[in-house]
């Protein structure tokens, strides 16, 4: 039985007639009457931070539930029960574009790029990717149920993501040569989250206004006027109606106890507002997730070959002119261990908003509902290697036995867009390129 129908019972026993019953059937406070339990909510966040990690200081040594947690991983000490390393998933697609345009391209959609125009710092130039990446496919799985549709589907926020649009600027892929631009300004993504809703909530006032000056008027104009005016009434009334119905659900799903976020105002996006910029974006990306906008989201914090200056830890220079230099040069390493830490005190930041929110209308918090994928485009900035690509996994959406570190040995990192496609509900034979699909989904997660 669906969750109307069990609704719709529901007023019938309480001796409802059928006329009263449609226009109560959406009434919040009727909502969950008579109704059996909804599913669970599943949400996903996929975090993304460039130019490799330091594996030494990075991966546990030791696997399962009695593993530790390496200084740069060391601010997810208070969610280490509800955390998961991933080690030997490697981005095997090969073809064209350098090693971060594959790196960040083919991390999400598990397949070549097209051949293209632009030119990496080696290798052959290349274009966009040739597939959907699963950010996108799962939303649009989302989307087709009724009990599973959101207003937004996903939000892509970014943080200092370049204005150009080039293969190491995007990592989300809406379908084949379809790159979709994260949002990096706060207040844009601001405005379009609630700017919309203020907006049409001033019409509606407005065309109830016009109303009341119509029927003034009426009775002081010809017959003719009057059947014009009337025509003109019917249609603010539709449009009013449909308005005030629009601003309703919104109203319902904002409904959850949490009030719309209060950004500080005049921001720039500038490098040394990245800390602040960020802490914005996931501030907002939680109350998306508190108001049911959307159940799928991305922060995606610079770029592929992102430069951004640390100089709020100390470090003037680039990230990416950084991982470029040997393990040998000390000073440079050290500072990469810091910039990682960094990037991880921001998972950190997002699990705990997370878990400091009730989930709605269930019991717990919105982390026991949403895993937090964070990731990367490189194993190592220095070796540019695609092996070992990093996945660190937080809270309890994906319904994987989290609070362990695993090993895969070596195995093509489709492997894992497949599992995760399958805990989001949406199980899938092969994703991106079926070559690195044959062994299935990962095995053990559960």
Not at 79 to 89: A, D, P, R, V
Not at 199 to 213: G, I, T, Y
Not at 342 to 350: D, P, S
Request: charged residues 20%; negative net charge.
């Amino acid at each position: 039985m669906t969750q109307m129908q069990s609704r719709r019972k529901f007023l019938k026993q309480a001796g409802i007639s059928a006329a009263a019953a449609n226009l109560m059937m959406n009434l919040p406070s009727l909502a969950m009457a008579g109704e059996t339990e909804a599913a669970a909510k599943k949400r996903l966040v996929i975090v993304f931070s460039p130019n490799g990690v330091i594996p030494k200081h990075f991966w546990p040594e030791k696997m399962g539930q009695d593993f530790e947690l390496k200084r740069i991983l060391e601010p997810l000490a208070d969610f280490k029960s509800q955390t998961m390393t991933m080690h030997g998933l490697c981005n095997r697609i090969r073809g064209d574009g350098d090693g971060h345009m594959r790196g960040i391209g083919c991390l999400l959609t598990g397949i070549e790029l097209f051949p293209g125009d632009i030119q990496g710092g080696s290798d052959t130039p290349a274009g966009w990717s040739q597939g959907i990446s699963i950010d996108q496919h799962i939303k649009n799985n989302l989307q087709l149920g009724a009990d599973t549709q959101t207003r937004f589907g996903s939000l892509e926020f970014g943080v200092m993501v370049p204005d150009r649009a080039d293969t190491w600027t995007r990592m989300s892929y809406a379908g084949p040569n379809q790159p979709v631009a994260p949002i990096d300004n706060p207040y844009q993504m601001f405005d379009k989250m609630y700017g919309q809703t203020k907006n049409r909530a001033l019409l509606a006032s407005v065309l109830d206004d016009l109303s009341d000056d119509f029927r003034k008027v009426e009775q002081l104009i010809s017959v003719e006027d009057r059947r014009l005016l009337k025509d003109h009434v019917e249609m603010v009334r539709e449009v009013e109606k449909e308005l005030q119905l629009e601003l309703a659900q919104q109203e319902k799903q904002s409904d959850v106890g949490h009030a719309i976020p209060q950004l500080p105002p005049n921001v720039r996006e500038e490098n040394d507002n990245i800390p602040q910029i960020t802490r914005m974006q996931i501030e907002l990306l939680v109350n998306g997730f508190a108001a049911d906008f959307n159940r799928v989201a991305t922060l995606q914090i610079t770029n592929s070959v992102g430069q951004p200056r640390m100089r709020w830890l100390g470090i003037d220079e680039g990230h990416h002119q950084l991982s470029h230099e040997p393990d040998s040069n000390e000073e440079a390493y050290e500072k990469l261990i810091k910039i990682n830490t960094w990037y991880c005190e921001q998972v950190a930041l997002l699990a705990k908003r997370l878990s400091e929110t009730p989930e709605p209308g269930a019991d717990g918090s919105m982390l026991d509902h949403t895993t937090i994928i964070w990731t990367n485009e490189l194993g190592k900035g220095n070796s540019h290697t695609r092996n070992n690509i990093p996945f660190v996994l937080v809270g309890g959406g994906l319904g994987w036995k989290m609070g362990q570190a695993m090993d895969f040995g070596s195995v093509p990192h489709n492997r894992f867009l497949m599992s995760v496609c399958e805990g989001m509900g949406f199980p899938q034979e092969a994703y991106g390129n079926s070559d690195f699909c044959g062994d299935g989904a990962l095995t053990g997660l559960t």
